[in-house]
T-cell receptor
Framework: GENVEQHPSTLSVQEGDSAVIKCTYSDSASNYFPWYKQELGKGPQLIIDIRSNVGEKKDQRIAVTLNKTAKHFSLHITETQPEDSAVYFCAAIISSGTYKYIFGTGTRLKVLA | DAGITQSPRHKVTETGTPVTLRCHQT?????MYWYRQDPGHGLRLIHY???????DKGEVSDGYSVSRSKTEDFLLTLESATSSQTSVYFC??????????????FGSGTQLSVL
């Protein structure tokens, strides 16, 4: 069935360095790709999203890229700060035919001061 | 967390007992969801609602039932709790579904332990 693979499961970076989290989806009908950040003890919160007709989107220090041919999308965080430490989830949404909202398994990011 | 309140925040119960988790929203969003979060599985949909008294199953619905008698409240019930239902449960809401731009807003979660 449809799934979203997310890598790596854990990632440690030095403060100020960049972090990249990658996701691969299986269903080419996926057309919306949000990213959620989950801080300890809280629910996931949407931080950025991208539609299938766009290749890249930026919002300050975070950016998302989408390669529809390869079915890959990635989250890029530049100039990482300690407050970026959290679990990040990608998701792929299929809204044509049978609707599905499928989450990746999450990446725990640790920013080391 | 976007006007979403989950209760209780923590619950410890025994195998075989019924448990009800509550989600209350003040956003007047049409769609409400219950997810469970487990290590290695991410977030998995249990049930969702698309209106008062309108609900449907998600991918892991066995052992769970839901009810929505008011727009603002969505209840998740474990009829007879099992240890495999030990998890963190999240309620989410959205005002769109099936339109390609669905942003989910999550509550703070309920940590449920079934002993």
């Amino acid at each position: 069935g449809e799934n979203v693979e997310q890598h790596p499961s854990t990632l440690s970076v030095q403060e100020g360095d960049s972090a990249v989290i990658k996701c691969t989806y299986s269903d080419s009908a996926s057309n919306y790709f949000p990213w959620y950040k989950q801080e300890l003890g809280k629910g996931p919160q949407l931080i950025i999203d991208i539609r299938s007709n766009v290749g890249e989107k930026k919002d300050q220090r975070i950016a998302v890229t989408l390669n529809k041919t390869a079915k890959h999308f990635s989250l890029h965080i530049t100039e990482t700060q300690p407050e970026d430490s959290a679990v990040y989830f990608c998701a792929a949404i299929i809204s044509s035919g049978t609707y599905k909202y499928i989450f990746g398994t999450g990446t725990r990011l640790k920013v080391l001061a | 967390d976007a006007g979403i309140t989950q209760s209780p925040r923590h619950k410890v119960t025994e195998t075989g007992t019924p448990v009800t988790l509550r989600c209350h929203q003040t956003e007047n969003h049409r769609y409400m969801y219950w997810y469970r979060q487990d290590p290695g599985h991410g977030l998995r949909l249990i049930h969702y609602s698309y209106g008062v008294k309108d609900t449907d199953k998600g991918e892991v619905s066995d052992g769970y039932s839901v009810s929505r008698s008011k727009t603002e409240d969505f209840l998740l019930t474990l009829e007879s709790a099992t240890s495999s239902q030990t998890s963190v449960y999240f309620c989410a809401i959205s005002d769109l579904r099936g339109q390609g731009d669905e942003k989910l807003f999550f509550g703070s979660g309920t940590q449920l332990s079934v002993l």
